[in-house]
């Protein structure tokens, strides 16, 4: 083998689908007429539809102990990507004073895939649902959450310890994703007591369906 001979090429590809799976076929001929094929496949990461995107629900206060960054809205902590207990989570009012919910503008009606949230350690309800709606009038549900059947806690990249859960959308459509805690739900598996009312989520990531057949 002559080194001297060998060529790397780059090749770039635009308008690739978050998600989508690509095969790639590559035939390569040298100066000797010497042939030599790959095969393979490539995913494409896939695209948070709520990161960063309009956010309105009671979660919307700091957390009851410990420090905490106030250079951010707490509502907007949940889509901004940031996994840390000071500066990524938000909290919620007190599960005896109602609902507590949170509601997230995609900004365009998607095909729903999969939804994603992590919950802060021992501030995670035992159930909630997922529902979307395109006018904010008609909710339907897309899915309820059992946390301590389904959900695994891990630690985040920051460390703090979370609870999360990954639930199939099925391909149903929504503008808005809605987020819902019914007044009275158990905390963690327990009954709410006077300190364990409040809820923290720490992310929310919602991942839309890719087509079937991307170009």
């Known amino acids: 083998r002559d080194d001297s001979l060998t060529t790397n090429h780059v090749f770039e590809f635009a308008r ?15 100066g000797a007429g010497r042939e030599g094929t790959n095969d393979g496949t490539v995913r ?4 948070n539809a709520a990161f960063q995107r309009p956010v ?12 905490y960054l106030t250079n951010t809205p707490f509502l907007s902590r949940i889509v901004d990507g940031r996994d840390d207990a000071a500066g990524g989570t938000a ?8 609902d507590q919910w949170v509601v997230v503008d995609l900004g365009a009606s998607l095909a729903l895939n999969r939804i994603l949230i992590q919950w802060r350690r ?28 389904t959900g695994n806690e891990t ?32 905390v963690w598996g ?7 009312r409040a809820l923290q989520i720490v992310e929310l990531a919602v991942y839309p369906a890719p087509p079937e057949n991307p170009l």
Do not use: Q
């Open 16 to 30: 690739l689908v978050p998600g989508a799976t690509y095969a790639h076929h590559v035939r390569v001929i040298d």
């Open 44 to 47: 494409i990461p896939s695209w």
């Open 56 to 67: 309105s629900g009671t979660f919307d206060r700091p957390p009851p102990t410990g420090p």
């Open 91 to 98: 909290t919620s009012s007190s599960l005896s004073k109602g």
């Open 122 to 149: 021992l501030a995670w309800p035992s159930t909630y649902t997922i529902a979307g709606s395109d006018d904010g009038t008609k909710w339907d549900e897309i899915a309820a959450v059992d946390l301590i059947e």
């Open 155 to 186: 630690a985040a990249n920051s460390g703090t310890f979370v609870r999360g859960a990954e639930t199939d959308c099925g391909g149903k459509r929504a503008r808005l994703v809605k987020i819902l805690i019914p007044s009275g739900a158990m």
């Open 190 to 196: 327990k009954r709410a007591g006077s300190w364990n």
